[in-house]
């Protein structure tokens, strides 16, 4: 008995090492702000590698995993379809436009960093992406909205990690267990 996954694994087209590196650059080189959506759309809707159900499937450990997002999936993508040379091609592709262009912006910035339209142009940026991280979180807040214990647990997280310097992973460990039991004993 095949599974549904492996029945339309081989119905999809297996790319080589040069389409892996490229459509994972392509990601890469156009995604700012998000390379997931993009990443996506290139390997399920347009290149026909896998379809939605596949995707999920190594979505669900890339997320999990430590690291960022779309390079465990770009690791499990590369993986599935050209083994650990897969897998190396594939960040490569990802990264290197990234990389490039980081690089590029670092050595201009070393060369202009004392000109006064630079700095300004510095504090505008900052106070815009300090407002989007604002926004943001606010939006991903909403749901909490008359929920008590979401938001002790949500506040005391952010004074875990922000006023009492925990690291990310110690404050894991301390918040999951107290806000299941808050959760299982008071309800949302």
Not at 72 to 88: D, S, Y
Not at 105 to 132: F, K, M, S, W
Not at 144 to 170: E, N, Q, S, W, Y
Not at 175 to 181: A, D, E, F, V
């Amino acid at each position: 008995m095949t599974t549904a996954l492996s029945e339309n694994a081989i119905s999809k087209p297996t790319p080589r090492l040069a389409e892996l590196f490229t459509v994972f650059f392509h990601a890469g080189l156009i995604g700012f702000g998000g390379v997931m959506p993009i990443a996506r759309r290139l390997i399920v809707e347009e290149k026909k590698w896998l379809d939605n159900a596949a995707f999920t499937d190594l979505l669900g450990p890339s997320q999990f995993l430590p690291g960022a997002m779309v390079v465990n999936l770009a690791i499990a993508v590369g993986t599935r379809f050209g083994g650990t040379m897969g897998a190396i091609v594939a960040v490569l592709g990802l990264l290197s436009a990234p990389t490039i262009i980081v690089l590029a912006l670092a050595a201009l910035y070393g060369r202009i960093h004392d000109n006064p339209q630079v700095e300004g142009l510095l504090a505008g940026l900052a106070a815009a992406a300090t407002g989007l991280f604002i926004a943001t979180a606010l939006k991903m807040a909403r749901p909490l909205h008359g929920k008590r214990v979401g938001i002790f647990i949500a506040a005391a997280t952010f004074a875990a990690m922000a006023l009492l310097k925990l690291p990310l992973f110690a404050t894991i460990l301390i918040m999951t267990p107290i806000s299941m039991i808050l959760q299982r004993r008071f309800g949302p």
